[in-house]
């Protein structure tokens, strides 16, 4: 993918906010394995990360259980 | 058990590609992938609910270091709608069924090769996010939705 200065192009970028686009351009400038080691971490979710296995017969059971067990700040529940 | 590193996307890509599962990167594990910057737990994966297919799932897991009991095996291999193994090396979410989206062949259709990854599309990866609906999701779209017009004029 050829790297060029996002401004210069208004018509395809117009829209996406300056902070952003200068954010994917960045991001698109470097190797995948290095977008791997900045975009996956790890921290502990309670109780949702409190069980090696779980598994559901449907999403909407999934949702469900995920809003009547999770803390709301980890941000599963449905808007 | 510390954060998903790309050695263990590979070994997914390779073990899976032994065994013949048919699967696709998801949600913005598979938005990373194409290129979103951002950052997440989980590695999901939508994965094709057959027969076949959830025997092949049950065989590369252990390659993968997830040890299943005989009763999870069945349960991945029945293909529940959502499996969520965090008993081997790093969180994996197996998706038989998101929201939003119609059937795996449609995604399939659609995917994008990333690497050797396949990968959904951005449209199917924001279809699924904006039909769960949860709070994450919602405050994450804005920006997910610029970057699908970003990746898109870019191609």
């Known amino acids: 993918m050829p790297i060029q200065d996002p401004r210069q192009d208004s018509k395809l970028f117009g829209a996406i906010p300056p902070e952003w ?14 977008r791997f080691r900045y ?10 990360d409190d069980s090696p296995f779980r598994a559901f ?6 949702r469900r259980w995920c809003e009547e067990n999770l803390p709301d700040w980890l941000g599963y529940g449905r808007v | 058990m510390g954060a998903f590193e790309y050695r263990q996307a590979e070994e997914i890509r390779d073990a899976f590609s032994r065994h ?94 990333v690497e050797g990854f396949p990968v959904c599309h951005p449209d ?10 949860r709070l994450k999701d919602r405050e994450s779209l804005p920006r997910l939705r610029s970057f699908r017009d970003y990746w898109k004029a870019r191609r």
Not at chain 2, 43 to 52: K, P, T
Not at chain 2, 124 to 133: G, P, Q, R, V, W
């Open chain 1, 21 to 34: 686009l200068e954010e994917f351009e960045a991001a698109a400038r470097r190797p995948l394995k290095t």
């Open chain 1, 39 to 48: 975009a996956f971490i790890k921290t502990y979710r309670p109780v949702l």
């Open chain 1, 57 to 62: 017969d449907s999403m909407e059971g999934y």
């Open chain 2, 20 to 113: 013949g599962v048919r699967y696709l990167f998801i949600g913005k594990s598979g938005a990373i992938l194409l290129g979103f910057p951002d950052t997440t737990q989980d590695a999901d994966l939508f994965v094709e609910r057959s027969l076949e297919n959830g025997e092949a799932l049950v065989a590369a897991l252990p390659d993968l270091g997830f040890d299943l009991t005989p009763q999870q095996a069945q349960e991945v291999r029945a293909g529940k709608d959502f499996v969520q193994l965090k008993n081997g090396p790093f969180d994996l979410d197996l998706v038989f069924a998101p929201d939003g989206i119609e059937t795996f062949a449609d995604a399939w259709n659609r995917r994008v090769e």
């Open chain 2, 124 to 133: 199917d990866i924001i279809a699924s996010k904006e039909a769960t609906n």
